[in-house]
């Protein structure tokens, strides 16, 4: 059976598996984001706050550095990530083990922020340290823990477990700091202590630093047997080790780092030491590197990696990153070296270290990264090998025009980037020296683009997209865009804008979704088909489409009502326990097409879950408009609400099904009624046998209402496939008709197999035609 215009809520799976939508599975209120991306093992995002709308790129890398860059503060499953700083302390006394209650002045907690603790002892209440926990706030000077968000909304607290702890206890949480909010400058999160708290937070890259001042002792401060003769400078770079901060570093590792600077005064070493004097540190630097030139050369050639020492003892340690810390604590910022030349480690001193150029997205390949967007929107730069903070100026990729949207796995060899009217990808090729980025682009499709970073998804090796201006469209995993890949769906969609689609993969049922607004629509990749419109009205959902992503085998939906995202999980159950479905047939014209053609028997096969709710078969003839949504009733009024502009005269007479939760009584979730037109936005409500008007029962909106000549309501078996007994419809003069079935479903079974009408085609006209 093919499905017709006003079918809804029903999926058509694998091999003639149909079954209802689901429903969404909240993640809790406020939980969503503009744009969504996978995040680690999950998903996070990045959302709106004040003034600013969510743009850009988000990635988590395998040791759970983070980078994002664009607009919007980063959430990871809907909560805020911070960088951390401590809140306050509180001692085993202010914990009631039986309530999970913490006693703590002016503790300035709200309900549902994460934050995490430590203790110079045990932890009370079993709680672990470095996880993230979710205050609850009772009062201005106690709160509660909970295990999730949604818990802690709910008041859902820990109790009853643990003891009060022994120690002292530090909470942790973004006190005295904002969330990490992406700019044009690529940002980058170190040190992840907790689900949603980094230790540093930098921006990417470093200065370059000032030029090394150096003089010549005379007096050595140390027992340094000096070595060096001949003439000699130097340069010094800055390097961000956030891992062993505060401490020198006995190798020549170097995580991010700095241009190095200019070079210093030419000085000659007669058998002595030479004193560098270091200049201030910047932005994010935790540990200095310095180089020389070889002696012998009168301070010119290639500056190479020194290593120092605090004597010249055999066995003295060479450090080759030296801490910050250990320059600050050195008189006026000087320490001496002693050195020979075979000491000089062979690393050049790093002249290509440039700070990435502002952009609006970032892809990581392999062992690289690229900053999209940068310049005149156009350039994509390409950091070095190994060094995601490091840019070569002229290790540049160009695009024809601003990219507007990327899309690649975390960490992969290649990527797909758009602009608005082209589609590329760049692929990793390796290190080609220093007049070659390592990375390629290659043009797919040079006229189509995507407008909007949520007007594609990748799944299963092909890519759907929504294209501004012609709709649906998928790239197969060949590379090749089919432009027919929506057609079956293209009525239903030609209203649909690029910048309110969102386009997602349902690993679960292996499908492409497309959501716009209230209403979305997907098609299987097992089955070949496409499913009937889902609609989130249906699902006890008012709100519109603003961002998917799929993790962790679902497809995650952020759902925006009234300016307040909430992420959801797309078609779970665990929510739901009712989706009405309606299954409508096509318009069929009879061979005979005079007057007279009558229907008189009516019969369908359903297949019925746990709710056995009367299932409603409504027969429609002759061409006329099936269903109206966006209806409204009010309780006590026998008046019927529809979007302006929706009755005339026309509607007077036609049988309404309005559905909606105790519109006829408090259980009753249907009402059989005939239409009188009053405006064209309202018509009344009366019984079909009597005439006698019929008052709705509670006050809706939302309400979906089929529109026929004939209506019927029949009580199902639960739990079974089923025929619904024969109906006597009795309506003549059907030059054309469609049946609809209504069946509100479990949320879990349910459906119509086929709908068998019989007829007896006659003709009454004097003219035999």
């Known amino acids: 059976m093919q499905w017709g215009d006003g079918s809804c809520n ?7 598996y149909r079954r209802p939508f689901r429903g969404y599975f909240t993640q809790g209120t406020g939980t969503g984001s503009r744009l969504m991306f996978p995040f680690g093992s999950t998903y996070g995002g990045l959302r709106d706050y004040s003034t600013v709308t969510a743009l850009g790129s988000l990635l988590e890398d395998y040791s759970n550095t983070l980078f994002t860059i664009g607009a919007g503060e980063v ?24 309530t999970g209650t913490i006693a703590e002045t002016s503790h300035g907690l709200t309900t549902g922020e994460p934050v995490f603790l430590r203790s110079t002892g045990t932890l009370p209440l079993g709680l672990v340290a470095n996880r993230a926990y979710f205050a609850i706030n009772i009062t201005a000077n106690t709160f509660r823990f909970a295990l999730t968000y949604k818990n802690a909304l709910a008041g859902t607290a820990i109790a009853n477990v643990g003891t009060q702890g022994t120690g002292v206890h530090s909470l942790f949480g973004d006190a005295g700091s904002l969330p990490i909010r992406a700019s044009s400058i690529m940002k980058v999160g170190y040190n992840r202590v907790a689900d949603y708290f980094y230790e540093y937070v930098e921006d990417a ?49 170097a995580p991010v780092r700095g241009l190095a600077s200019s070079a210093s005064v030419v000085v ?5 030491t030479v004193r560098i004097t270091f200049p201030t540190a910047v932005t994010g630097q935790t540990h200095w590197a310095v180089f020389s030139t070889q002696e012998g050369f009168g301070g010119t050639g290639a500056f190479y990696r020194l290593g120092w020492r605090q004597t010249s003892d055999a066995d003295a340690v060479w450090y080759f990153g030296i801490s910050e810390t250990t320059v600050a604590n050195a008189p006026s910022r000087t320490l001496e070296f002693d050195y020979r030349t075979g000491d000089l480690l062979p690393e050049l001193a790093w002249i290509q270290d440039y700070e990435p150029p502002p952009g609006s997205h970032c892809i990581r390949l392999e062992n690289i990264m690229v900053v999209l967007g940068a310049y ?54 390796g290190y080609r020296g220093e007049d070659l980025p390592s990375a390629t682009v290659t043009t797919i499709s040079p006229e189509i683009g995507i407008a909007y970073q949520h007007n594609w998804a990748i799944g299963a090796g092909n890519i759907a997209m929504f294209i501004e201006g012609a709709g649906i469209a998928i790239m197969r995993n060949e590379g090749v865009i089919d432009y027919e890949f929506g057609r079956e769906v293209a009525r239903f969609t030609r209203g649909w804008t690029a910048v309110n689609t969102k386009v997602g993969f349902d690993p679960s049922t292996r499908s492409f979704v497309f959501g716009h607004l209230g209403e979305s629509v997907s098609f299987c990749l097992e089955s070949g088909v496409w499913s009937t419109p889902v609609y989130n009205t249906d699902a006890g959902v008012n709100a519109n489409w603003l961002a998917c992503i799929n993790a962790q085998g679902r497809l995650y939906t952020s759902l925006d009502a009234s300016g307040t995202a909430t992420a959801y999980i797309y078609d779970d159950a665990t929510d739901t326990t009712r989706m009405p479905i309606c299954s409508s047939g096509q318009w069929i014209v009879p061979q005979g097409t005079g007057r007279g053609n009558g229907i008189y028997e009516l019969a369908s096969a359903i297949d019925q ?71 064209n936005a309202t018509a009344t409500m009366t019984n079909p046998t009597t005439g006698t008007n019929v008052n709705a029962q509670a006050s809706l909106t939302n309400v979906f209402v089929l529109i026929g000549e004939y209506a019927y ?34 949320a879990v079974r349910g459906g119509c197999y086929e709908v068998d009408i019989f007829g007896s085609p006659h003709r009454t006209s004097a003219v035999n035609v």
Request: aromatic share 10%.
């Open 10 to 16: 029903l999926f058509m799976l694998g091999e003639g």
């Open 268 to 272: 000659t070493l007669i058998n002595n």
């Open 609 to 679: 879950g746990n709710n056995i709710e009367p299932v409603i078969s409504v027969l429609h003839k002759n061409l006329f408009q099936k269903y109206i949504r966006g209806c409204s009733t009010t309780n006590g009024s026998n008046t019927l609400t529809a979007p302006a502009n929706t009755f005339t005269t026309a509607w007077t007479g036609k049988i309404a099904v309005v559905t909606g939760l105790n519109v006829g009584g408090s259980g009753v979730n249907y009402l059989i009624v005939r239409l009188t037109f009053a405006t």
């Open 376 to 429: 005149d929107g156009t350039v994509g730069a390409v950091s070095l090998p190994n060094y995601f903070e490091s840019y070569n100026p002229f290790h540049l990729l160009y695009f024809p025009e601003p990219v507007t949207a990327v899309l690649q796995r975390q960490i992969d060899n290649y990527a797909f980037v758009a602009t608005r009217n082209g589609i590329y990808t760049i692929q990793y090729v």
């Open 75 to 98: 959430v990871k499953e809907g909560i805020p990530v911070s960088e951390y700083a401590l809140d306050f302390t509180f001692d085993p006394a202010d914990v009631t083990v039986s």
């Open 713 to 746: 309501a029949q009580t199902p078996v639960a739990n079974r496939e089923q025929h619904l007994p024969n109906l006597r419809p009795a309506v003549q003069d059907c030059r054309s008709y469609a049946v609809s079935v209504y069946q509100p479903t479990d």
């Open 205 to 253: 890259g470093l200065p370059r630093v000032d030029t090394p001042q150096v003089t010549i002792p005379t007096s050595p401060s140390a027992s340094y047997l000096g070595l060096i003769n001949g003439t000699v400078n130097y340069k010094i770079a800055a390097i961000r080790d956030v891992a062993n901060a505060g401490q020198d570093i006995d190798n020549p590792a």
